[in-house]
């Protein structure tokens, strides 16, 4: 029998996914279990494998595509059996769906279109059936939207407008099958603008606005934005800042380094490490606040934020505190290796308890984070640099770097945060303090 | 496997664990020289003597009150009751004796006893003795009730009912004796209290049933495919404790309930169940959960009535499609 392959969830947060590249083509034999295709997450490229045997007859979506949770994708079935059903049903849903709007755009006040038009004409007059069954609008005359627990929990994780739908249950109750159904009508992708040619060639109007260019946001940066008005709006931040002398952190890692050149340990990971041994002294800090309870943490689990090709992501490294210099060191480079390439597992990039974001590598002096909640601080590391400071009434060199601290003031105050910084640099100014 | 009636199934359990267990005994009216009111008993008599089976006075109080001081002392009675009806003269013994025993003497006294008996409606035995008993036991807590539904569940739920420490109520349907089923002949074959059983798999509705229901709701469900719906039914066989899990595995896969009962429908175990599919599987649900039970009126007698008392298969039908969105 012939089945949909619909677009799966593969990560917590995916709402859509890119089919980034078939691992099959259309003809070729395919085994359950077996890599169908790459699908480009929200944060990750994961394989997808077939949920069927058979032969992958038809692709739906080309590589390039996105397209919703639950959509079909494509259709797996006997090499001679007849899908024409299957591909009409999910190629032929779009169509209908501009049919159906057309003809509620009709009693609708002659508004602009906008794509709205469609809701409030589906709520202001429904439009009759040719079945004969009138549907009601699911926002009956209270405004309030009819829905089943299950069906608003669908149209929840397939990013569905529940507004835009018309029930079919009883009273216009929106349910299970009205959301099958409007995730089996896949929406019209929209195709990158070029730049809009705001000038004319040869002409130079006045005042004219510069030339711009729309591109989709990438899943990634749709999630970013979505994380961080998540944090800067409710989580009130406040900053601590302090400098570090870093000569004996610097000598310690030549030493260490000089002993065995493989090891390649940065100043970023006696960082790590050094905030895992100081969060252990201070569990106030290795906490998150959550709502009705705060959680503290038995382990220092550090996330070190990585930037890649189109955004950032913070793979974690687990009880950090637990693990010597040349593990921490090991285990940092390959988890950004493989978020550079895109290979990370949900599991690696989420569940940290403090994060770390150093952006010393490009010069910045110092510089202020962004929680990830529901962390409870982000630790922000500026360049390390060559300053004429004060010791013993001399002035003298010294290799500096300043630190700013971003404290969750629902669970972190000033004063436990200042004693945090206070150890994490007593500590990195004497690493020695790693060994007693 | 042999293939014998629930009265059969309930019998050989009884000797089964009275020749593996000197300290069991029945007790009962009518459990001896007549072989039982619905001959459960038949044979055990003459079998295990008249020190291990004994008939009773009509005192329902008095032998319910004589097991609970015999289960203190460590044997482990088995108390009939002709029908359940007559237990409600006995709820003092039940419900502060036995199941409070363990909890008010600080652990010291386990309290191994069964109650067992035919529940539920009969044929045109009119009010008092058509009750279905099982939401009042379950509300205390102290006690575990269970309801089988086959012979192979009344044979091994009622041996792990009689090696259960606790006082269980175990409630046999009075229509259901003379149904038959397979049974393992395994001498050590039981079921363990408090799991159920998916009597039947399926995608679309759930329908929970219990004892007279589980036939009902699987001749619905017959039924039903017919029509392109794909039922599962769910047999919690014990009603306290509750497989609530398991209950809630199926409404998760197939998003609909309907809890079928005998009993009246207030304060019954089906609202009970309701309440915990709501509380637990929410956002699984596409359609309130129905629920179907007797008729809220004391049973009548005449024929006719008492027939539109009971939950038939057409009403199941009709509340599948009703949450499955098809009428």
């Given at each position: 029998m012939a089945t949909k392959v619909i677009m799966p969830k593969l990560s917590p947060t995916m709402e859509e996914g890119q089919i980034s590249r078939w691992l099959k083509k259309e003809g070729d034999k395919v085994s359950m279990g077996e890599p169908l295709a790459e699908i480009d997450t929200d944060k990750a490229t994961m394989e997808m494998q077939a949920l069927a045997n058979g032969v992958l007859r038809k692709i739906l979506i080309n590589e390039g595509q996105s397209a919703p949770l639950g959509q079909t994708i494509a259709v797996i079935g006997e090499p001679n059996e007849d899908i024409a059903s299957l591909v009409s049903e999910a190629s032929a849903a779009p169509k209908q769906e501009q049919a159906q709007q057309q003809v509620q755009e009709q009693p609708a006040a002659p508004q602009q279109p906008q794509p709205q038009a469609k809701a409030a004409a589906a709520s202001a007059q429904p439009s009759s059936r040719v079945d004969g069954r009138q549907p009601q609008a699911a926002t009956a005359d209270s405004g309030r939207l009819i829905v089943s627990p299950l069906a608003a929990r669908m149209a929840a994780e397939a990013g569905i407008d529940l507004r835009s739908l018309q029930g079919s249950g009883p009273n216009g109750r929106i349910i299970k099958k009205d959301i099958e159904a409007a995730i089996s009508q896949p929406k019209a992708a929209p195709a990158p603008q070029a730049f809009p040619r705001a000038v004319e060639p040869g002409r130079f109007p006045q005042a004219a606005a510069s030339g711009y260019r729309d591109e989709p946001a990438s899943e990634i940066r749709k999630v970013i934005a979505k994380r961080l008005v998540t944090s800067l709006g409710p989580v009130p931040h406040?900053?601590?800042?302090?400098?570090?002398?870093?000569?004996?952190?610097?000598?310690?890692?030549?030493?260490?380094?000089?002993?065995?050149?493989?090891?390649?340990?940065?100043?970023?990971?006696?960082?790590?490490?050094?905030?895992?041994?100081?969060?252990?002294?201070?569990?106030?800090?290795?906490?998150?606040?959550?709502?009705?309870?705060?959680?503290?943490y038995e382990h220092a689990d550090v996330g070190v934020a990585v930037a890649i090709e189109d955004g950032l992501i913070t793979p974690v490294v687990r009880s950090a505190d637990q693990k010597s210099l040349s593990e921490i060191a090991a285990e940092v480079r390959e988890l950004a290796e493989r978020a550079r390439s895109r290979k990370l597992k949900p599991e690696e990039y989420t569940g940290a308890s403090f994060s770390i974001s150093n952006l010393g590598m490009f010069g910045i002096d110092e510089f202020t984070a962004v929680i990830n909640p529901p962390e409870g601080a982000i630790l922000a590391v500026g360049a390390m640099s060559a300053k004429p400071v004060v010791r013993d009434n001399e002035i003298v060199i010294r290799q500096m770097m300043r630190v700013t601290m971003s404290c969750d003031h629902r669970v972190i105050d000033g004063a436990t945060g200042a004693k945090f910084l206070q150890t994490f640099k007593k500590i990195l100014e004497n690493p020695l303090y790693l060994v007693v | 496997?042999?293939?014998?009636?629930?009265?059969?199934?309930?019998?050989?359990?009884?000797?089964?664990?009275?020749?593996?267990?000197?300290?069991?005994?029945?007790?009962?009216?009518?459990?001896?020289?007549?072989?039982?009111?619905?001959?459960?008993?038949?044979?055990?008599?003459?079998?295990?003597?008249?020190?291990?089976?004994?008939?009773?006075?009509?005192?329902?109080?008095?032998?319910?009150?004589?097991?609970?001081?015999?289960?203190?002392?460590?044997?482990?009675?088995?108390?009939?009751?002709?029908?359940?009806?007559?237990?409600?003269?006995?709820?003092?013994?039940?419900?502060?004796?036995?199941?409070?025993?363990?909890?008010?003497?600080?652990?010291?006294?386990?309290?191994?006893?069964?109650?067992?008996g035919p529940g539920g409606s009969a044929f045109q035995v009119s009010s008092q003795h058509s009750q279905a008993l099982e939401s009042w036991y379950a509300y205390f807590p102290g006690i575990k009730v269970v309801m089988p539904s086959t012979a192979a569940d009344a044979k091994g739920l009622l041996k792990s009912s009689i090696r259960d420490d606790d006082p269980v109520i175990f409630i046999e349907q009075e229509r259901m004796y003379g149904n038959k089923g397979e049974v393992p002949d395994d001498p050590e074959f039981t079921i363990p209290l408090g799991v159920a059983d998916v009597k039947r798999?399926?995608?679309?509705?759930?329908?929970?049933?219990?004892?007279?229901?589980?036939?009902?709701?699987?001749?619905?469900?017959?039924?039903?495919?017919?029509?392109?719906?794909?039922?599962?039914?769910?047999?919690?066989?014990?009603?306290?404790?509750?497989?609530?899990?398991?209950?809630?595995?199926?409404?998760?896969?197939?998003?609909?309930?309907?809890?079928?009962?005998?009993?009246?429908?207030?304060?019954?175990?089906?609202?009970?169940?309701?309440?915990?599919?709501?509380?637990?599987?929410?956002?699984?649900?596409?359609?309130?959960?129905k629920r179907i039970s007797g008729a809220d009126v004391p049973m009548p007698y005449a024929k006719n009535l008492e027939q539109l008392a009971i939950p038939d298969v057409n009403r199941i039908v009709a509340a599948v499609r009703e949450v499955a969105y098809l009428d």
């Open positions: 406040f900053f601590l800042t302090t400098e570090i002398e870093m000569d004996r952190a610097a000598e310690m890692r030549k030493g260490i380094n000089a002993l065995d050149p493989d090891l390649k340990i940065s100043i970023n990971d006696i960082i790590i490490k050094v905030a895992a041994a100081a969060l252990i002294q201070h569990p106030e800090v290795n906490a998150s606040f959550q709502e009705k309870f705060i959680r503290y | 496997m042999s293939t014998i009636t629930i009265r059969e199934a309930l019998n050989q359990a009884l000797r089964e664990e009275l020749a593996r267990d000197e300290t069991v005994f029945l007790m009962g009216e009518e459990v001896a020289e007549y072989d039982g009111a619905y001959k459960v008993t038949k044979g055990l008599l003459k079998e295990f003597g008249a020190k291990r089976v004994i008939d009773t006075p009509i005192t329902e109080l008095g032998f319910s009150g004589l097991g609970v001081g015999a289960a203190m002392v460590g044997l482990r009675p088995v108390i009939e009751f002709m029908t359940f009806n007559f237990s409600i003269l006995a709820t003092d013994q039940i419900i502060n004796s036995a199941a409070k025993m363990l909890y008010m003497s600080g652990g010291q006294f386990n309290i191994p006893i069964v109650f067992r798999e399926g995608t679309d509705v759930t329908i929970v049933a219990r004892s007279l229901m589980v036939p009902v709701a699987l001749k619905a469900a017959e039924q039903l495919e017919q029509q392109g719906v794909s039922c599962e039914v769910v047999d919690p066989r014990t009603i306290r404790p509750l497989d609530i899990d398991t209950i809630v595995e199926s409404v998760k896969k197939t998003n609909r309930v309907v809890v079928a009962e005998e009993s009246h429908p207030i304060c019954s175990v089906g609202a009970e169940i309701a309440t915990q599919i709501m509380e637990r599987a929410f956002d699984y649900l596409d359609a309130p959960v």
